[in-house]
C-alpha cells in the first residue's frame, strides 16, 4: 500500500497549506475532482506530466484517512 506521506505535503508557503502532491503545486483536491468526474488515471498523467500512479493512490489515501474517523449524523425524516 502506498503512504501518502511520501507523496503529499502542506506547507503555509505553498497554496496557503493546502495539501500538494510534493515538489508541485498540484493540489490534492483537484486530483480527487478529476477523478470524481471521471478522468482516468491515464488522463490524469497526461494532464499532469510530473504525477507518478504512487501520487494519485497516494490522494485517494489521503482523502480516506482524512474521513476515516468522521461521525456523521443522518437527517431525521
Not at 28 to 51: H, Q, R, T, W, Y
Request: one cysteine or more; a negative charge; aromatic letters at 8%.
Amino acid at each position: 500500500m502506498v503512504d501518502w506521506n511520501l507523496h503529499i505535503e502542506s506547507n503555509p508557503d505553498k497554496l496557503y497549506g493546502k495539501p500538494v502532491i510534493k515538489g508541485t503545486r498540484i493540489p490534492v483536491d483537484i486530483i480527487l475532482e478529476k477523478l470524481a468526474n471521471g478522468d482516468s488515471m491515464e488522463d490524469l498523467l497526461e494532464a499532469f506530466p510530473k504525477l507518478s500512479n504512487n501520487d494519485i493512490y497516494a490522494c485517494l489515501i489521503f482523502a480516506s484517512d482524512a474521513i476515516k474517523n468522521e461521525i456523521i449524523y443522518s437527517r431525521a425524516s
